[in-house]
């Protein structure tokens, strides 16, 4: 059974640092794009990083030059270091697997992990 775990949420200082961690216990890690998404209380998730198979990103522009998305292919893990927070960051934060083929759709997503930033 395919799982998504999160974890390395909490609560921290604006201005500060933490590096949340999935592991996706799927076949064929290598071909999957993995992605980080957030939800704020009532907001519609959002985009935050993807990552592909080679390891090319893409960032929503609000996280630009604070975040960075890195995966471990070998470990079958993918990592968001998380810099500079501000409490817009707060959410909680979700780990997506994503794959396609011809004959199907592979998309699964983990629990979350909340993310407070707050003084």
């Known amino acids: 059974q395919v799982q998504v775990v999160e974890s390395g949420g909490g609560l921290v200082q604006p201005g500060g640092s933490l590096r949340l961690s999935c592991a996706a216990t799927v076949s064929f890690f290598t071909l999957y794009v993995m992605g980080w998404y957030r939800q704020a209380p009532g907001k519609e998730r959002e985009l935050v990083a993807t990552i592909t198979s080679s390891s090319s990103t893409n960032y929503a522009d609000s996280v630009k030059g604070r975040f960075t998305i890195s995966r471990d292919n070998a470990k079958k893990m993918v990592y968001l270091q998380m810099n500079s927070l501000k409490p817009e960051d707060t959410a909680v934060y979700y780990c997506?697997?994503?794959?396609?083929?011809?004959?199907?759709?592979?998309?699964?997503w983990g629990q979350g992990t909340q993310v407070t930033v707050s003084s």
């Open positions: 997506n697997a994503l794959r396609s083929t011809l004959e199907r759709r592979y998309d699964y």
